[in-house]
Structures are given as C-alpha cells and as structure tokens.
C-alpha cells in the first residue's frame, strides 16, 4: 500500500521554513606596527636628524681648512684628502689607532672568553657554591667602574703597570665580566641538557662538547656581547688619561683631546680625525649585525 503525501502549500508560495544563517567569516588578522604611520614618520625623522652631523663630519673632511672657513656647509668641490694625510701622520693617528685597536680588541677577547667559560659552568652546575659565585658576578653590575678608578690607580701603582697598555687591556676585560656572564648564563640555560647527553654518548669530552656543540649555539650573544663591550671601550676618555704616560701610548680618545689642543683652528684635520675615530664602530655594528642573524638562523636549522 503506498501512502502519497499532499502538500498544502499554494503553488507559487515561498515556504516559510526558518534557514539557520550562516556564519560569518572573519577577515584575517594582520599584524601592524605599533603607532601606525605616525610613530613610522616619527622614527624615519629621528634617523635622519642623527644622520645629519655624521654625514656634516665627513663631508667636511674631505674639504680644504680655508673652504671651511669660507662656507662652513657647502660641499667638499673638489674633495681633498690632505686633511687625512695630515691626521694620520703629523697627527700621530696611526700609533693612536693602534693602541686603541690593540687594548679594545685584547680587552674584548679576553672578557669574551672567560665570561663564556664561566657562564656555562654556572648555567650547568647543581651546587650551592656555583649560585653564590652567580651572584658575585652579577654584584658587579651595581658598581660603575668608573667609581673604582682610586682605588685601580692605586693598585696599579704597586703592581707596576701605570703607563702599560697591558694593564688597561686587563683592566677593562675584568671589568667586562660580571655584564657577560650575565647574558651568556641566560643564553647557556635555554639549551636543552641532552644536547650534552647525546655528544656524551658519542665519546665527546666535556671540552669538545662546550667548543663544538654550546658555544656555536650562543654565537648571536657572543656577539651582542662583542658589541656592547667594544663601543664603551673604544670611546673611553677617563682611564687612559688616567693611567697612561706618554703619548706614544695613547688611545685614540686621549690623542684625539691632544691633536684638537694643538690643532683648534685646523678644522678639516679634525674633522678627519673624527671620522678615523668613529669608522671602526660603523664597521663593527655592520658586521655584527649580519653575524647575529646568521647565528640565530644556524641555530634554529640545528
């Protein structure tokens, strides 16, 4: 028997049955800069104001003493670079530069090194004794070594290295410590330990483990902390003036002071010195960037 069902809808009526809506789509997310346009303007402005007396400095040595007194901001037409001739040889920049070179990079090799040792027997040791070292590294971090130049020149004094480039280098890579172990600890403990666990496996000491396996791992903070110690040493006034005798042994800083004393009115020498000083730094924060993004990226594929 078959059962026919009839509807009872007119033909040509909409049937009235409700039809859930369908739910809405949302539009993706995209990530915006904090401040929008106005803190981009902002940022771009500042740049450009910093800009401004860097590239004045250079423009300004490579032009003639009397081009600067005539027009103090036009343009180096033709460039000279007698200025520079002038600095590095009557000016005794050459041996300024080395000195400087030989204290910065010794001081930063030095610090690096045993901060990196140290940091990674704190970040791996379990003991009582290794978080009471801990906090003896980062007591120093609360006393400016500025504060402590009496009592450094004091010490020196007996120990017989006033007038001695080696004692500042040793000087400023003890004082370089206490910020290093302090970044590359941190850096150490977000390393899984069986990273270690499987080298010992594979018959590697504890030496080549730290060389081979942790510290190509931290190479972006070896690097920012290469950085941060080189600028303040490179660019240091006080302990070479302090601590050092004789000219043929000063930093670029103190040589810089003297060749201006000697040369106040021989602005294109100056100005030439200036950029002596500071191409090191723009060179380096160059380098340094391009090896913190490899390091992270080496990282990361490991």
């Known amino acids: 028997m078959t059962t026919a069902v009839v509807s009872t809808e007119a033909p040509g009526e909409a049937s009235t049955t409700p039809v859930a809506p369908r739910p809405r789509r ?5 990530n915006r800069p904090v401040g929008g346009a106005g803190a981009g303007v902002l940022l771009w402005g500042y740049a450009a104001l910093a800009l401004v007396p860097l590239l004045l400095m250079v423009s300004n040595s490579f032009r003639s003493n009397a081009d600067l007194i005539t027009d103090p901001l036009g343009l180096p037409a033709p460039p000279t670079t007698s200025s520079y001739a002038e600095a590095w040889t009557t000016g005794n920049f050459a041996t300024y530069f080395g000195n400087s070179l ?4 010794g001081a930063v090799a030095v610090s690096t090194s045993v901060a990196t040792m140290a940091a990674y027997a704190l970040a791996r040791a379990r ?6 070292l801990e906090s003896l590294f980062l007591s120093g971090l609360m006393l400016p070594i500025h504060l402590a130049i009496l009592p450094i020149f004091y010490l020196f004094d007996g120990l017989g290295l006033i007038d001695s480039r080696l004692g500042l280098m040793l000087m400023y890579a003890a004082s370089g410590i206490p910020f290093s172990v302090f970044v590359l600890t941190t850096f150490f403990r977000q390393l ?6 499987a080298a010992a496996l594979d018959g590697a000491t504890s030496w080549q483990t730290f060389w081979r396996i942790m510290v190509p791992l931290v190479r972006p903070a070896l690097a920012t902390v290469a950085v941060f110690r080189f600028v303040p040493i490179w660019n240091d006034f006080l302990f070479p003036l302090v601590l050092l005798r004789r000219e043929d042994k000063y930093t670029l800083p103190v040589g810089l002071t003297t060749f201006f004393g000697e040369n106040a009115t021989n602005y294109s020498a100056v100005f030439a010195g200036l ?18 993004v490899a390091g992270l990226t080496a990282g990361m594929a490991k």
């Open 26 to 30: 949302r539009a993706p997310r995209v």
């Open 102 to 105: 030989l204290v910065t990079v």
């Open 127 to 132: 003991s009582r004794i290794f978080r009471w």
């Open 192 to 197: 899984p330990e069986e990273l270690e666990e």
């Open 275 to 292: 950029v002596i000083t500071t191409i090191p730094l723009i060179v380096l924060f160059l380098v340094a960037t391009k090896q913190i």
